[in-house]
């Protein structure tokens, strides 16, 4: 599929008029204050070191404020720093985020920063959209169109890339689910849900290029979420008025699926010891339990347990036993 994605990114407007004011300032003041030097001297020393400040001065400018940009081609996204160019294919992008010392792209295999799109910590922790925002979009809008959603026109179902800008949604959706399922384990007058902590957590997962987080839209509204890396589902949950309708099935099939597709022997997943419903909805999906125990990071810590689900296209010698 063609799909044309050409676009340039620079500096930020005011960035880029401050940076040409002071190359043309810095051009003309000191050739005229070298000449007049000259005129008035005779000392050509001083006329030359000047002459040389200024074409440092040209220099520096252009490579640090003018060069540096973001340049999205039909194959791939290129950043361009000032001493560095990395390039990123769009069938390899993991990661597109914004990001204090830059906005991020990554792969499986590499991340970098473009110097020229930056946000400040200010603005991320007050929840304030920048230009960065809007950029990280429409780059993730791009990646899209290359890569669609799994989508069902029929159903209005579709299963789509988290963005950046979405920890507070996921939030509140596992909040929903959990208090909804789980309030036998941490009674809500006891152990208040640990929302700052959560919205942390999330906030770090969609900036891991080795994570993958999915939303599962119905007709364009969040029904449930999954988080998963290379061979861990690491979070899934549907709000409490669209379980029991196959949805949670879908996006652990859907996690199950992109892993066993990289080829790993086996996936796994940590579910608590006395969360009988989850237990019993992951052996309906061939999740096998294991002997593997550890704590629950929250209070009252409760004892978790590893399931395992075998990849069926691993060669039957290199299963986990």
Sequence with gaps: MTVSTRRVWRAAPATLTIVWIFTIVAAVSIPVLAYLIYSLEGDVWV???LGLLTLLTVLYSWRYGLHPHVRATDSEVVIRNPFRTHRFSWEDITLVAPGENGLMIGSEEAQAEAWCIQKSNYATKRGRRTRSDRIVNELLDMLDAHDPPLEDAETGLRIRRARPDESRLLTRMERAASEAELSHIFPPEQYPYPNAAVLKR?????????????IMELFD????FVAFDADTL?????????????????????AATE???????????WVLVDNTTARSFYASLRWQ??????????????PMLQLVRRNPSAPRRSRIA
């Design 259 to 269: 892993m066993f597709a990289r080829g790993v022997q086996a996936a796994h997943l």
């Design 202 to 214: 999330w906030r770090r997962l969609l900036r891991d290029r080795l994570t993958r987080v999915h």
């Design 47 to 49: 006329p030359a070191v």
């Design 221 to 224: 509204a969040p029904v449930g």
């Design 234 to 254: 690491l979070h899934l949950g549907v709000v409490p008025h669209q379980t029991r309708r196959g949805y949670g099935s879908a996006l652990a099939e859907y």
């Design 289 to 302: 339990e294991t002997d593997e125990r550890r704590d629950c990071e929250f209070p009252p810590h409760p």
